[in-house]
């Protein structure tokens, strides 16, 4: 029984800390741009001095590890004992 416990305390703690981690993720990606200057810069689309197509292309790489974190963060919750 208390090893039950156990796993069901560090499964739980995970969860939370990818939680912590995914919102961290999204949230850096919601503030990344990537201006015309920049040696990412190469769509040529610019708007106020912002890469159009290579900012959507940075993000869309953070969202990606902050949504496979958030789906681990589920497992994690979904595999939980119940104690």
């Known amino acids: 029984m208390n090893a039950l416990r156990t796993v069901s305390l560090i ?38 001095g912002i890469d ?9 790489k953070w969202n990606g590890w902050a949504a496979i974190a958030t789906g681990l963060s589920v497992l994690m919750q979904a595999v939980t004992p119940p104690v």
């Open 11 to 48: 499964l739980r703690v995970g969860a939370i800390v990818l939680g912590i981690v995914a919102a961290f993720l999204w949230f850096k990606a919601s503030k990344i741009e990537v201006r015309q200057a920049s040696r990412l810069a190469k769509s040529g689309i610019c708007l106020s």
């Open 52 to 60: 159009v197509i290579s900012t959507s292309r940075e993000q869309g």
